[in-house]
């Protein structure tokens, strides 16, 4: 089992930033994919942003650019760094890692809140 923790959610103003944080125990985590996913109100959960094991980055379109995904695997956590925040990016943050053993898995959520 891979038990995932975020954290660094919160309101802030239209083009502001916040970085979200997501610390990871139980598993190997530098074998691990991971990535943010995000779930607006009444909308399905959605791609975010990933970072595989070696470091390399995928983002979608809608954040390229704004955020900033990494990792610190002597720390076992994920990082999301949000700048120029708008109000469409509010939703629940969830943090997701795949093992290549144990499968895949999910946080609780983090939630943010972008007003304007």
């Known amino acids: 089992q891979v038990q995932l923790v975020e954290s660094g959610g919160g309101l802030v103003q239209a083009g502001g930033s916040l970085r979200l944080s997501c610390a990871a125990s139980g598993s190997d985590f530098s074998v691990n994919a991971m990535a943010w996913y995000r779930q607006a109100p009444g909308k399905q959960r959605e791609f975010a942003a990933a970072?595989?094991?070696?470091?390399?980055?995928n983002y979608a379109d809608s954040v390229k650019g704004r955020f900033t995904i990494s990792r610190d695997n002597a720390k076992h956590t994920v990082y999301l760094q949000m700048n120029s925040l708008k109000p469409e990016d509010t939703a629940v943050y969830y943090c997701?890692?795949?093992?290549?053993?144990?499968?895949?898995?999910w946080g609780q959520g983090t939630q943010v809140t972008v007003s304007s």
């Open positions: 997701n890692a795949e093992s290549p053993f144990l499968g895949g898995f």
């Open positions: 970072i595989s094991s070696g470091g390399s980055t």
